[in-house]
T-cell receptor, first 116, second 117 residues
């Protein structure tokens, strides 16, 4: 079945450092890809998404490009802030079929801590 | 516009008991999905309800069951609780019924933290 593999955490960076969190996936079709963020005590929030190969999702300075040839969707940010400290989840959704929103398959999450 | 809400926030049960968790979907949404998030893990899909019918199920035993009501709120019921059921249970609502190939964003609630002793 479908699966998502994220780089092991936790990741600790200094403010203004460059961030990369690796994500690779296995899927039989052509999934949509997502990054979700979970702040302490809160639910998951969609950070960005990409629905087809070579699409780039971006939001709040974060970017990720859908790479079909390497089955990857790595998250990057050029300059992290203390407020970016959270857990980041890579996820996919198989768009085949008709009907309601597709289920999400998540990676195990990467804890990011940004120090001032 | 009210977001997704869940109740209770925290719950402690003992092994063998039954539990009911509740979710109110975001206004205008007709689809609710439930996920289980064990400590340090990503959420795992339990099942989804679309217009009061179960519309997809993950790899969870039948003692995990659910309901969706006419107002699209939902319940997750777990019978015969086991220690491994201790987790954060997340509810997500969305507007379903889209065309094949489309994706309707799922909006997550804050979750219910269940502890089984």
């Amino acid at each position: 079945g479908d699966s998502v593999t994220q780089m092991e955490g936790p990741v600790t960076l200094s403010e203004e450092a460059f961030l990369t969190i690796n994500c690779t996936y296995t899927a039989t079709g052509y999934p949509s890809l997502f990054w979700y963020v979970q702040y302490p005590g809160e639910g998951l929030q969609l950070l960005l998404k990409a629905t087809k190969a070579d699409d780039k999702g971006s939001n709040k300075g974060f970017e990720a490009t859908y790479r079909k040839e390497t089955t990857s969707f790595h998250l990057e940010k050029g300059s992290v802030q203390v407020s970016d400290s959270a857990v980041y989840f890579c996820a996919l959704s198989d768009p085949r079929g008709w009907g309601s929103a597709r289920q999400l398959t998540f990676g195990s999450g990467t804890q990011l801590t940004v120090l001032p | 516009e009210t977001g997704v809400t869940q109740s209770p926030t925290h719950l402690i049960k003992t092994r063998g008991q039954q539990v009911t968790l509740r979710c109110s979907s975001q206004s205008g949404h007709n689809t609710v999905s439930w996920y289980q998030q064990a400590l340090g893990q990503g959420p795992q899909f339990i099942f989804q309800y679309y217009r009061e019918e179960e519309n997809g199920r993950g790899n969870f035993p039948p003692r995990f069951s659910g309901l969706q009501f006419p107002n699209y709120s939902s319940e997750l019921n777990v019978n015969a609780l086991e220690l491994d059921d201790s987790a954060l249970y997340l509810c997500a609502s969305s507007l379903g019924g889209g065309l094949a190939g489309s994706y309707n964003e799922q909006f997550f609630g804050p979750g219910t933290r269940l502890t089984v002793l």
